[in-house]
């Protein structure tokens, strides 16, 4: 049993859609701002810029390989693991990096909810993307699929 065909299918609304891509363009934009506006080394800026990369990939892979198990979609339980030690793993990174880092309470706290907020805004994106990709598909004729 296919379990797209036995739920409902609800509409996102544009709010939230709205809401979601407006965080992380937000949170990505302020991380980066900030990186760029930054006096620290070139090399840490790049440090934290590929966390926060790597992060919103990670991230948007939990949400995927969560959404396929629960749609019946086979997902290895290697690339669950690795998706959800990736994301743990950026958390930590940027914690490590923040905590060593030569910054004022204010700039570490600046960079730890710009990052979370862009984790949290790039799982809704993608959440919404998957709705609205599944919605389009439930809309369309039987003779179109």
């Known amino acids: 049993m296919n379990p797209q065909t036995t739920q409902p299918a609800t509409q996102t609304s544009s709010a939230f859609i709205g809401a979601s891509w407006a965080a992380l363009l937000v949170g990505f934009t302020a991380f980066n701002i900030g990186l760029w506006n930054a006096q620290m080394a070139l090399n840490e800026k790049g440090y934290y810029f590929t966390v926060l990369m790597y992060g919103l990939f990670a991230a948007i892979s939990v949400q995927k390989s969560v959404r396929d198990r629960l749609e019946g979609i086979p997902v290895t339980n290697l690339y669950y693991g690795i998706s959800w030690i990736s994301v743990l793993l ?56």
Request: avoid cysteine; charged fraction near 20%.
């Open 90 to 145: 950026t958390v930590v990174l940027l914690t490590v990096g923040l905590w060593n880092a030569t910054l004022t309470l204010s700039e570490k706290g600046f960079y730890a909810m710009s990052f979370v907020l862009s984790l949290f805004a790039a799982i809704a994106v993608q959440k919404n993307t998957r709705d609205s990709l599944r919605n389009e598909k439930a809309e369309r004729p039987a003779s179109d699929q």
